[in-house]
């Protein structure tokens, strides 16, 4: 009989020498190559379903005959991706692919090039909306994800055109989001993912297979191997195209503030304890925020109801606003909160801002204002009296009566005005005659309610 010891030695013995039989013959998968394998096959998932809703952008360009050398134009081709939206044939795209481009093909996977439309683009941005005149019936739009829920840290997939052949596929994460030095006013989505050259206007998408932006630079650095794609975020591209199919271009809320984060050390100055929120740091003089009465130092808690957790999503926030609509922004200020009432204003592409609303009728849609020193410096005035329009209405009498903003008004149906309220008594008829001055010589322009 073998003693209790000795039986102890012998199973762990055993089992040790299988132990050893095991890690020589077929070692256990450890459970990171496991995930990193399901993540690669996820990748390719992604990449096969995606395939047929991106397509390869041809735009064909040509140079004046200037520049193209003696008297024949220079023509070349510059190539990138697009991204199929919408059953209809939409496609997005950036704006710098196709930009001045006398034509314009696509192509589908699998198929020929065909023409597309060019329907209209968005500088700050950079994206551009084309359209198939005829779509084929088996069209694949792509899904388009909810780009404010993206995490960081997230595993995405860029999706592009690569040196004018074809369709690559590469993966990263979603390095950060925020504003982006030159690449326009907007937030964009940073990542590591390797978009090639060709690849603007392709596809940044998530694990589920939904586009959750639309590539349009790449950046590196002399000073690091490492570069990074910028890509537009689908929700300000959604918006950046129902824009340009019902206005043409375009139209971003603006309400003239210029907003910081909120680090430990301005919390504890200012006294306020919360974590979220944009801190003002500046109001520009007449915009909609200061009519409302917001002050720097304020700290913006809330949009319409909705809670602003930094400065990035305030900003998306206030580009999302239809210029002319009412809302409310919740306030800190100095250990209380209240809330400011404005009426956003519209910011175009040339970075032009609009009135807050269309002004009061009795001024012609005109915004006026007393000569001041700051305006005379502005529009190089040589006048000490009038009032100066600042901006004008699209559409309104004043600009279908040929003002300009830096126009100075001296009269109104023959009487000299000093101030904004005289120019609707001395106007009450629907026809009337104004007296301007401009660049230094002083023309009569009719204007009609």
Do not use: C
């Not at 909810?146 to 995405?156: M, V």
């Amino acid at each position: 009989m073998v003693p209790l010891r000795s039986w102890t030695t012998l199973v762990f013995l055993a089992a040790a020498t299988a132990g050893m039989a095991a890690d020589t013959a077929a070692p256990a998968t450890p459970w990171a190559d496991v995930a990193a394998l399901r993540v690669s096959k996820a990748v390719a998932k992604v990449a096969r379903d995606l395939f047929p809703s991106v397509v390869i952008v041809q735009a064909h360009k040509s140079t004046p005959p200037a520049m193209g050398g003696g008297n024949q134009e220079l023509r070349y081709e510059s190539f990138g991706t697009g991204v199929v939206v919408d059953k209809s044939g939409l496609i997005l795209t950036s704006r710098h692919v196709v930009d001045k481009a006398a034509r314009i093909e696509v192509t589908l996977q699998g198929q020929a090039p065909v023409a597309a439309h060019f329907i209209g683009s968005d500088a700050a941005s950079d994206l551009a909306l084309l359209k198939l005149p005829d779509p084929p019936a088996n069209l694949r739009p792509a899904r388009l994800g909810d780009s404010d829920s993206a995490e960081i840290g997230e595993t995405l997939v860029a999706i592009g055109a690569a040196y004018e052949f074809s369709l690559t596929v590469s993966s990263g994460l979603l390095s950060g989001r925020g504003k982006v030095p030159g690449l326009g006013p907007g937030e964009f989505l940073l990542t590591d993912a390797g978009i090639h050259p060709g690849g603007s206007g392709g596809a940044l998408v998530n694990l589920y297979g939904e586009v959750i932006g639309i590539s349009v630079a790449l950046r590196s650095h002399a000073l690091s191997p490492a570069a990074f794609g910028f890509a537009v975020p689908i929700n300000s591209a959604r918006r950046v195209m129902e824009d340009l199919l019902t206005e043409g271009r375009a139209a971003r809320g603006y309400v003239g503030l210029f907003l910081q984060p909120l680090d430990e050390n301005l919390r504890a100055h200012l006294g306020y304890k919360g974590l979220d929120g944009a801190l003002v740091s500046k109001v520009l003089e007449g915009s909609p925020a200061a009519l409302a009465g917001i002050l720097p130092k304020d700290i913006v808690l809330a949009l319409e109801g909705q809670r602003v957790s930094g400065v990035s999503q305030l900003r998306e926030l206030i580009a999302g606003l239809d210029p002319g609509r009412s809302v409310k922004l919740q306030l800190w200020r100095a250990g209380a909160e209240l809330v400011a009432e404005l009426v956003a204003a519209r910011r175009d592409e040339e970075g032009v801002y609009w009135p807050p609303y269309p002004p009061r009728a009795e001024n012609f849609g005109m915004r006026l204002d007393t000569v001041n020193p700051e305006l005379v410096q502005k529009y190089r005035l040589a006048v000490e009296r009038g009032l100066v329009v600042t901006a004008i209405a699209p559409g309104s009498a004043a600009e279908l009566g040929g003002l300009k903003e830096g126009d100075v008004i001296l009269e109104v149906n023959d009487v000299p005005v000093t101030s904004i309220q005289e120019v609707a008594k001395l106007s009450p008829g629907p026809r009337n005659l104004l007296l301007i001055l401009r660049g230094g010589a002083e023309l009569y322009r009719a204007v009609s309610r």
